[in-house]
């Protein structure tokens, strides 16, 4: 069991696509995690959105986030 740490507000989406695990936060980012890493660690922190982000879906090789922005942001 572990405990992911590493967003300053609340998380409100993950998604999964292999080994890499997303989290969307009231901070504003969306976090890229290594989970077939033990523990799991941090890859990237996506900064583009500038309100929370409440909605990911990870389809392929994108990642899609939905925030409070008014935007959708496609990585």
């Not at 504003?28 to 290594?34: H, I, K």
Request: cysteine-free; proline content about 3%.
């Amino acid at each position: 069991l572990y405990t992911l740490t590493g967003h300053t507000g609340a998380v409100y989406a993950l998604a999964i696509s292999g080994d890499r695990l997303f989290s969307g936060s009231a901070d504003s980012t969306v976090r890229v995690w290594d989970i077939a890493q033990s523990p799991p660690v941090v890859l990237h922190a996506l900064t583009s959105h500038t309100s929370a982000v409440f909605a990911l879906v990870a389809s392929g090789d994108r990642l899609y986030s939905g925030s409070s922005d008014d935007t959708i942001r496609v990585w």
